[in-house]
């Protein structure tokens, strides 16, 4: 079937440095991607989006690359400070089909 | 401007209970979701209504039923509850293909 995974279930990364969480799609129609953040007790809060026309998107301190070649995401966020500390979602959805479909998330951990 | 709500936040029922939980939206989205989030996975599609007056089963619609009451509302029942229902449950609305606005949860156990 088709799936949204990720690489790692936890990163830990010192205050201050870039951290990189990766996510692999499966479903090659899939034409937009997202990006979630869920805090302990929280819904799901958007990050950023792109879509399959483009290779990259900045926010503030946040950057998605998209590798439609080897169906590739990444987020990166820069300077990570204790209040990025939640679990990341991808997910991917095929326009007009109205399903978004979801990894299962990465922890990152932030340490002082 | 609330977003999405959803009622209740907490709840306890026991098996073969029945419930309706609700979601409502402010934003005129027209597509509205259920999803389940079990520990270490991640959201798993119950059911979704495209537009007002559809709805459509997603990856897990067994004991579960919906109903788009309006544009603004869309209520998850179920009537036989389980102890594998035991989950946070979690609404969201979107218009086209784009971010999903989520509501804040509802925990449900059954025991």
């Given at each position: 079937g088709e799936s949204v995974g990720l690489h790692l279930p936890t990163l830990s990364v010192q205050e201050g440095d870039n951290s990189i969480i990766n996510c692999a799609y499966?479903?090659?129609?899939?034409?937009y991607f997202i990006w979630y953040k869920q805090e302990s007790g929280k819904g799901p809060q958007f990050i950023i989006d792109i879509r399959s026309n483009m290779d990259k998107r900045q926010g503030q301190r946040v950057t998605v690359l998209l590798n439609k070649t080897v169906k590739h995401l990444s987020l990166q966020i820069a300077a990570t400070q204790p209040g990025d500390s939640a679990v990341y979602f991808c997910a991917d959805a095929n326009s007009g089909t109205y399903k978004y479909i979801f990894g299962t998330g990465t922890r990152l951990k932030v340490l002082a | 401007n609330a977003g999405v709500t959803q009622t209740p936040k907490f709840q306890v029922l026991k098996t073969g209970q029945s419930m309706t939980l609700q979601c409502a939206q402010d934003?005129?989205?027209?597509s509205m979701y259920w999803y389940r989030q079990d520990p270490g996975m991640g959201l798993r599609l119950i059911y979704y209504s495209a537009s007002e007056g559809t709805t459509d089963k997603g990856e897990v619609p067994n004991g579960y039923n919906v109903s788009r009451?309006?544009?603004r509302e869309f209520s998850l029942r179920l009537e036989s509850a389980a102890p594998s229902q035991t989950s946070v449950y979690f609404c969201a609305s979107t218009q086209g293909t784009y971010e999903q606005y989520f509501g804040p949860g509802t925990r449900l156990t059954v025991t």
């Open positions: 499966s479903n090659s129609a899939s034409d | 934003m005129n989205h027209n009451l309006n544009k």
